[in-house]
């Protein structure tokens, strides 16, 4: 039988091989960090105790009919670490751009929800695509079909059609994250603002952080380093690159072919 959600149709659920099953993150993944390392290990655990899982949700491209994980990345991940040849899915068919909308409101309402900030810098990717491709393009996307699906409010979902306005207004490249499009569009509203005055406002955002849970973190590397290493590789996911890079500059004299202590 056939049901239809979020203007899909769900046409069955079967089984398939895990090698039937394809990516792709960056239309379908609206989290920071594709996989959470903690949540996958606690599925995997799951399915060698044999409890099952729901079945993860698959679009049929209606081009190469490959099936394309929309909500369930964790699951299809925990299959992997289990073991598991065969994963049980729920094949819908419909346009791409209906698919794109039902893996935004499925990470934003699932058992491990989306962080307020990611369901913003996915709200604001969504608010950039465009028909043509190009940034000056019509809008994919309606105001009211993003307050819907993102949980962000109609309110922030304004500012960010009207930021967009104003920065391809300004010839400024659009970004990727909700907070730096804004600070992007306050620098630009703002010529004063220098390489200077972006430092400072870094330092300032760096001090909140700390006060945050800094000594914390400091206590915790006395006792077990191994476990701040693990728990900021779970927040940081993919960006950890971008943190073992600006970290390896702390080391200058190292000598060429020597490793950094990381």
């Not at 077990?224 to 702390?250: P, Q, Y």
Request: negative net charge.
């Amino acid at each position: 039988m056939t049901k239809e959600i979020q203007g899909l149709t769900r046409v069955r659920t079967q089984w398939v091989k895990l090698t039937e099953t394809h990516t792709r993150p960056d239309d379908f993944q609206h989290r920071a960090a594709v996989c959470n390392e903690y949540h996958a290990d606690e599925l995997a655990r799951a399915l060698k105790s044999k409890q099952e899982l729901p079945p993860v949700a698959v679009w049929r491209d209606p081009e190469t009919r490959k099936l394309i994980i929309i909500d369930g990345h964790h699951r299809l991940e925990a299959h992997t670490r289990a073991g598991r040849q065969k994963i049980r899915v729920a094949i819908h068919e419909g346009p791409e751009r209906d698919a794109v909308l039902y893996a935004l409101k499925a990470n934003s309402e699932t058992k491990l929800p989306m962080a307020a900030w990611e369901r913003s810098d996915a709200a604001w990717r969504l608010v950039c695509k465009t028909e043509s491709g190009e940034d000056d393009g019509l809008s994919v996307y309606s105001k009211a079909e993003l307050v819907k699906n993102s949980q962000v409010s109609n309110g922030t979902i304004g500012t960010m059609r009207s930021t967009r306005k104003k920065l391809l207004e300004a010839g400024q490249d659009l970004p990727r994250t909700w907070e730096a499009a804004q600070m992007l569009l306050r620098r630009e509203a703002a010529d004063k603002l220098t390489d200077e005055d972006f430092d400072e406002m870094t330092k300032a955002r760096a001090e909140k952080l700390y006060e945050k849970f800094g000594k914390e973190i400091g206590r915790e590397a006395d006792i077990n380093i191994d476990a701040v290493e693990m728990a900021l590789s779970w927040c940081l996911g993919s960006k950890r690159e971008h943190m073992v890079d600006a970290w390896r500059t702390d080391f200058p004299d190292l000598d060429e072919g020597e490793e950094a202590p990381f």
